[in-house]
């Protein structure tokens, strides 16, 4: 099977002489003279006017300080919520030990009542 490929292959492959003339009607076909390249003449750009020098730049700096400006408002709006938050934290804290405080008073008053004594029919009941 790999011989008959190899066969069909050389076939196909092998070298076929152009007809009788082929070389001269080639010749016939191509422009005797050829075509003159096109010129074309570069000119200076004109140099760009005050406006379109100072533009880019201008707007760079403006994006800068727009930038900057806006950075300091969100950070100061931040540190406003921040201090917010720990007012709140405070109130709570402080209420938490006030009420804390208030428990312990009563734990130590009911510590320190006295006793009362158990009665002593009470006691011998068997």
């Known amino acids: 099977m790999s011989e008959d490929i190899e066969i069909r292959?050389?076939?196909?492959?092998?070298?076929v002489e152009p007809p009788a003339g082929f070389a001269e009607r080639v010749m016939r076909a191509l422009p005797t003279r050829p075509a003159p390249a096109p010129v074309t003449v570069l000119r200076a750009a004109p140099r760009p006017g005050l406006w379109r020098r100072i533009s880019a730049p201008s707007a760079l700096a403006?994006?800068?300080v727009v930038a900057i400006v806006l950075g300091q408002h969100v950070g100061e709006e931040q540190a406003k919520r921040e201090q917010r938050a720990g007012l709140a934290a405070r109130r709570q804290l402080m209420e938490a030990l006030?009420?804390?405080?208030?428990?312990?008073?009563?734990?130590?008053?009911?510590?320190?009542?006295?006793?009362?004594?158990?009665?002593?029919t009470e006691e011998n009941r068997s």
């Open 62 to 64: 403006a994006s800068f």
């Open 98 to 120: 006030h009420v804390t405080s208030q428990k312990l008073d009563l734990a130590y008053q009911a510590v320190k009542r006295p006793t009362p004594k158990p009665e002593a």
């Open 9 to 15: 292959m050389r076939r196909a492959l092998r070298p």
